[in-house]
């Protein structure tokens, strides 16, 4: 069932968030505070996390907590990759997550993505696994492995930039504990309870059903994964995130919503700020309605119909 609701992703990456648009951060506030309030309103007990952060840097949260955005959310996250893109050493994990700690007042603090490739050789992303275990665990009630699959190499990894990232867009393709045809690294022989997994299933992913067998092999009960708010403009939209959704239905899973549809974004692109909050505030009191519903244990509500969200 879906234990949370998470409110973009990685806000602080051109990657996921235009900040050449949105300089200040003024729009992304205004869109978790719509959004935030949408899910209040259709369920007050969900719990939102506030978008996975990358880089780990106290000064944005700081800036976000002077709009008042950490007072419309109940958790904070951080994502981490320091065998690959990040430039700190695996062994600072708890000193990162300190450093948010002491900007964060009494909130909790998730990491919804820690991760390491196996470009280079597996022996490296199973140290990485391992040690980010052992580090992480004890410090913080949810860390959600990134990722279970490797990217297939026919699909372009359309949040990453590869005229900038040289080799480094390639180690995005390694990430999973399963290879693209779906057989296990090393890491998926050695995968610490206790740890959760990050997996984004695309529009009418091929990957789902499997990914559910893998899960389930592993013995994961915390799920991270996305609903595209783009997405939901495509034909056949709900009806695929019904599937999606009905297959994670095991599994504690959070929910992020992120991806700007392009008639909606000040610009047309997933990355943008959107024109108007209330779009996204109708996506997410949409999402929450149908798929996590106020004292529901189970299954699809039958009344997330979608409904137009009057902001105050």
Not at 174 to 200: H, I
Not at 263 to 270: R, T
Not at 282 to 309: K, M, N
Request: glycine share 8%; with cysteine; proline share 5%.
């Amino acid at each position: 069932m879906v234990e949370a609701v998470m409110l973009w992703n990685e806000p602080n990456n051109l990657s996921h968030w235009d900040f050449n648009i949105d300089p200040e951060w003024k729009q992304f506030a205004a869109l978790v505070q719509a959004g935030a309030r949408a899910i209040r309103e259709a369920n007050p007990e969900i719990k939102i996390v506030l978008g996975g952060i990358s880089p780990i840097d106290p000064r944005f949260i700081e800036l976000l907590a002077g709009y008042g955005v950490l007072d419309s959310v109940d958790i904070l996250a951080v994502h981490g990759f320091p065998l690959d893109w990040n430039h700190w050493n695996i062994s600072e994990w708890p000193k990162k997550l300190e450093e948010i700690r002491a900007v964060a007042g009494r909130k909790p603090i998730w990491v919804s993505e820690a991760g390491a490739s196996s470009f280079g050789a597996e022996e490296v992303q199973l140290f990485g696994l391992q040690k980010s275990a052992e580090l992480l665990l004890p410090l913080v009630e949810r860390v959600h492995w990134y990722s279970l699959f490797d990217l297939p190499a026919t699909w372009t990894a359309t949040t990453r930039h590869k005229e900038a990232e040289g080799s480094a867009y390639y180690r995005h393709y390694y990430m999973g504990l399963f290879r693209e045809d779906g057989s296990p690294k090393l890491a998926a022989a050695n995968f610490p309870q206790g740890l959760g997994v990050c997996q984004w299933f695309h529009f009418e992913d091929h990957r789902l059903e499997l990914g559910v067998e893998r899960l389930r092999e592993l013995g994961v009960r915390a799920v991270r994964t996305g609903i595209s708010w783009a997405d939901w403009f495509r034909a056949g939209s709900e009806k695929w995130f019904d599937r999606q959704m009905a297959a994670l239905e095991e599994f504690d899973t959070t929910v992020t919503l992120c991806f700007t549809p392009e008639h909606l974004g000040v610009a047309p692109h997933y990355t943008s700020p959107a024109k108007d909050p209330a779009d996204f505030a109708e996506f997410a009191r949409w999402a929450v309605l149908r798929y996590a519903p106020r004292g529901r244990t189970g299954g699809v509500s039958a009344t997330g119909e979608r409904e137009t969200v009057v902001e105050a």
